[in-house]
């Protein structure tokens, strides 16, 4: 097999886990109602069991992707979608709510072990400027898998009880954890064209790396914002707006899949092409992108007429532009003697800044007032995210000329 058709199918084979990896994650959000009237829970305590996915992921990350540095990467991202999956099917005898947290926990742990891991085993199949595409087309599975769990939640959990969606989604991954084991390890570094330093080569210099921190606390910001759009969306328009279980589960899940879809190819897209002008290209794109999502924010959150529903759309489709950009100027800001540690250092600080307590403050803000007031807190974060990116664009690495005219 070609290095090319290699670079080619390990894409391929990473996209399809990665989708699986959000349909799992996802499913929960589609029918938390249901497990809320069945366990008699709390807004709180629906929230924590996303809260604690994360915690239990984001300390994960940091203790095992170092090893991935060192040793095989295909073994230690197949051993960790097989247990995701594993946990995931075991939903079918959960019973009760800490049996239900105990899952979360597992399935964070084996996440973690997939997602820190698989975008610096595909930064040494491709070069620097075409990793906005690449990362384009591999976190395309953030908004197609997340759409797709809503829709199998909303389907199958109103037809069949919410454990149903958790056992179908768990079974592909089962098998692709196997898959990933035959994939050629690349040399680490191979595609590399940027020069190595300090900064971007070792734990010591990592530290004062400013255009992987300000990439980092960007996305930090942004992470909180998806999270809570993603936990809270479906429940929102139940309850706020008065739609049924399904019918809010398939709205928010189509938008999801055109938005995402569309932002996610095209963000990685742009960034590609305005490397050739800019080095911030990447940071640009994104910066853009989140100062546009303010404003459909806040018409998603407080509008109750027919303009809501473009408005969650917009909102999305500007949040999600920035996913490939944002995951592209992340691996190129360091080198791949510390890529995979750098990467989990990063999942460790946007999930504790972001998505690991976004969904139990507004829950916990929504307990004591209501949940467009919980809702509020995205606005903040996404501005926040617009001004750490617009600042980060003096630190991106520089890449010459001559290697973008070798590109293209």
């Not at 995701?84 to 959960?94: D, I």
């Not at 399935?107 to 075409?130: C, K, M, R």
């Not at 529903?309 to 360091?334: K, Q, R, W």
């Amino acid at each position: 097999m070609s290095t090319k058709t290699s670079a080619t199918v390990a894409l391929l084979l990473l996209t399809a886990l990665n989708f699986l990896n959000y349909i799992d994650r996802n499913v929960l959000f589609a029918v938390q109602p249901l497990i809320q009237k069945e366990f008699h829970l709390d807004d709180a305590q629906i929230g924590f069991l996303t809260s604690a996915f994360f915690v239990c992921y984001m300390v994960a990350a940091p203790l095992i992707a170092p090893l991935a540095d060192r040793y095989s990467r295909t073994w230690i991202m197949g051993a960790g979608a097989f247990v995701w999956s594993v946990a995931t099917l075991l939903s079918a005898v959960t019973h009760n709510y800490d049996e239900l947290l105990l899952r979360h926990v597992i399935v964070g742990i084996g996440e973690a072990t997939f997602v820190a891991i698989s975008p610096a085993f595909l930064a040494d199949h491709f070069p620097e400027e075409i990793r906005g595409r690449v990362m384009g087309v591999f976190y395309l599975a953030t908004p197609v898998g997340s759409a797709f769990g809503y829709l199998i939640g909303g389907y199958l959990g109103h037809r069949y009880g919410w454990r149903a969606p958790f056992m179908v989604s768990a079974l592909p991954g089962l098998l692709l954890a196997f898959g990933v084991l035959a994939l050629r390890e690349p040399a680490r570094g191979a595609s590399d064209r940027i020069a190595d330093s300090v900064e971007r080569g070792s734990i010591r210099g990592l530290i004062h790396n400013k255009a992987y921190w300000t990439v980092t606390l960007g996305t930090a910001m942004m992470t909180f914002a998806v999270g809570g759009l993603q936990v809270w969306m479906p429940t929102f328009l139940v309850r706020m707006r008065h739609l049924p279980l399904d019918r809010a589960n398939n709205i928010f899940g189509g938008m999801t899949v055109v938005s995402g879809t569309v932002a996610t190819l095209l963000g990685g897209w742009i960034g590609d092409r305005l490397l050739r002008r800019t080095d911030a290209a990447y940071q640009l794109v994104s910066a853009i992108g989140m100062a546009l999502a303010i404003p459909a924010v806040v018409v998603a959150i407080y509008y109750r007429g027919a303009g809501m529903f473009p408005a969650i759309f917009l909102g999305e489709f500007f949040l999600l532009l920035n996913t490939a950009p944002l995951n592209a100027a992340l691996v190129n800001s360091v080198s791949a003697r510390i890529r995979a540690t750098a990467l989990a250092v990063n999942i460790f600080t946007i999930h504790l800044l972001g998505d690991a307590f976004s969904p139990t403050l507004i829950g916990v803000i929504s307990d004591h007032t209501n949940l467009e007031i919980g809702m509020t807190a995205m606005v903040v974060a996404v501005a926040l995210s617009a001004a750490i990116l617009f600042y980060g664009m003096h630190f991106a690495p520089k890449i010459s000329n001559q290697q973008l005219a070798a590109s293209n």
